[in-house]
């Protein structure tokens, strides 16, 4: 009886190519997440940080304002011995810490040039500044009713002519040209709702942006 031999032949194994795609979309995907964990974190991190300098806490990250206790004892003091506090909004953010100006006081309507009495506020904020080296961006911004007549066409143009003129009174009082930038707005970037005159008001600012260390 004849005796059937095993095969020793090699057993040919399933091509599985897709496998290969899948882990490269999976690793993908990792670094995709891993990438925006890591933003958010970022960006955590900076707001503490900007949130501790502005309080004069203790340094909470690399981003740091140098002087800021300084520069916040100064700001305090000032405004207290001054009206400035009378026409000044201050806020925090990631972007640095911003000191809003009213335009009520510091332009006439339609006006780009600043009152007596703005250039007075600018001084004493000016004074303000040089106990930090931070640049700084000087913004204009105004409400959203169109122009009608005058020197400037739009909003646009008269919230950076207003800018401008902010910062060549900063400059006169011994702030640094090298240390600004200036942004001009116009009605894009508003505080609160423009439906009423009350509101437009608190619109037209300039908005004086200390920015943190490296930025």
């Not at 795609?21 to 995907?29: E, P, R, S």
């Not at 991190?45 to 340094?59: D, H, Q, R, W, Y």
């Not at 423009?194 to 908005?207: A, T």
Request: with cysteine.
């Amino acid at each position: 009886m004849a005796v059937q031999e095993e095969c020793k032949c090699p057993k040919v194994e399933e091509r599985v190519d897709w496998i290969y795609t899948y882990g490269d979309m999976v690793t993908l995907l990792m670094c995709f997440f891993v990438l925006l964990f890591a933003m958010s974190k970022s960006e955590e991190n900076l707001f503490t940080a900007v949130s501790a300098s502005f309080k004069g806490g203790p340094p909470a990250s690399p981003f740091m304002f140098s002087g800021m206790p300084t520069f916040m004892e100064s700001l305090e003091m000032s405004l207290k011995k001054s009206d400035i506090s009378e026409v000044t909004d201050i806020t925090v953010d990631d972007r640095g810490i911003t000191v809003s100006f009213s335009d009520a006081v510091m332009f006439e309507p339609g006006r780009a040039e600043p009152t007596k009495k703005g250039g007075e506020i600018i001084e004493k904020f000016s004074r303000i500044l040089h106990a930090v080296s931070n640049n700084i961006i000087v913004e204009g911004h105004t409400d959203n009713v169109p122009m009608r007549g005058g020197p400037f066409k739009s909003n646009w143009e008269l919230s950076a002519a207003r800018a401008g003129s902010v910062v060549r009174l900063l400059e006169g009082f011994g702030v640094k040209s090298n240390r600004m930038e200036i942004a001009g707005y116009g009605d894009t970037r508003p505080k609160v709702s423009n439906e009423v005159p009350s509101l437009r008001r608190l619109n037209r600012r300039i908005d004086i942006l200390v920015k943190p260390d490296g930025m």
